[in-house]
């Protein structure tokens, strides 16, 4: 069985929400940033964590691929071929480097850094973020999903970061974004994984 450690609100509501999408069992372990625990199975502190067995993987994004790559048949990973993994591969690479990149700023000044070194990133990381939402509505195009017309991992990592715009009151000034964002996160998986994550 998988164990996925994060604490409340951390990237770990990905990694469930790939193992709800996948219907493999897991056990989700309450874990804080940067704790005793943390720092156990990754050197950074960081979460979200998966162990497999004797495996252990960090980074969301990473994960994602795993499980995808892991559960091939279940249809979660690249496209076939070295093309199909270059396709997946940027479009992960977009979304942690680029679509967050900003909310993640954002985040970092408002509840994370000292407050002595804390300064006012909200217009820049606004602005970014404009700039990210009109890149993703290029990238998507007419397609359903990322990859196409079939949902994969590279959908829960932008669904999961489209849900973190929206809470953190980012305008996403695209309908076809805003389409995009409310067929991934009205996916039952999503809503099972924020019930275990204790956002519901």
Same mark, same amino acid.
């Given at each position: 069985?998988?164990?996925?450690?994060?604490?409340?609100?951390?990237? #770990?509501?990905?990694?469930?929400?790939? =193992?709800?999408?996948?219907?493999?069992?897991?056990?989700?372990?309450?874990?804080?940033?940067?704790?005793?625990?943390?720092?156990?199975?990754?050197?950074?502190?960081?979460?979200?964590?998966?162990?497999? +067995?004797?495996?252990?993987?960090?980074?969301?994004?990473?994960?994602?691929?795993?499980?995808?790559?892991?559960?091939?048949?279940?249809?979660?990973?690249?496209?076939?071929?070295?093309? +199909?993994?270059?396709?997946?591969?940027?479009?992960?690479?977009?979304?942690?480097?680029?679509?967050?990149?900003? =909310?993640?700023?954002?985040?970092?000044?408002?509840?994370?850094?000292?407050? $002595?070194?804390?300064?006012?990133?909200?217009?820049?990381?606004?602005?970014?973020?404009?700039? $990210? #939402?009109?890149?993703?509505?290029?990238?998507?195009?007419?397609?359903?999903?990322?990859?196409?017309?079939?949902?994969?991992?590279?959908? #829960?990592?932008?669904?999961?970061? +489209?849900?973190?715009?929206?809470?953190?009151?980012?305008?996403?000034?695209?309908?076809?974004?805003?389409?995009?964002?409310?067929?991934?996160?009205?996916?039952?998986?999503?809503?099972?994984?924020?019930?275990?994550?204790?956002?519901?």
């Amino acid at each position: 069985m998988y164990k996925a450690f994060g604490s409340n609100g951390s990237r #770990v509501s990905r990694v469930v929400w790939m =193992l709800e999408e996948l219907g493999e069992p897991y056990e989700f372990v309450p874990v804080k940033l940067r704790s005793s625990e943390a720092y156990a199975l990754n050197p950074s502190g960081k979460v979200p964590i998966l162990v497999d +067995g004797d495996l252990t993987v960090t980074d969301s994004a990473a994960i994602c691929v795993y499980l995808a790559d892991k559960h091939a048949d279940k249809g979660m990973g690249a496209n076939a071929g070295v093309a +199909g993994r270059a396709e997946m591969d940027s479009w992960m690479h977009f979304a942690q480097s680029e679509f967050e990149a900003p =909310l993640w700023n954002k985040l970092r000044h408002r509840f994370i850094l000292p407050k $002595e070194i804390r300064v006012d990133v909200g217009p820049a990381a606004a602005y970014d973020f404009g700039s $990210e #939402v009109k890149a993703l509505d290029r990238r998507l195009g007419e397609k359903q999903f990322a990859l196409g017309d079939r949902f994969s991992a590279v959908d #829960v990592l932008l669904g999961d970061m +489209g849900a973190w715009a929206r809470a953190g009151k980012f305008p996403i000034a695209s309908d076809n974004v805003n389409a995009y964002m409310d067929r991934v996160l009205e996916r039952p998986a999503r809503t099972r994984s924020q019930a275990v994550c204790g956002l519901q």
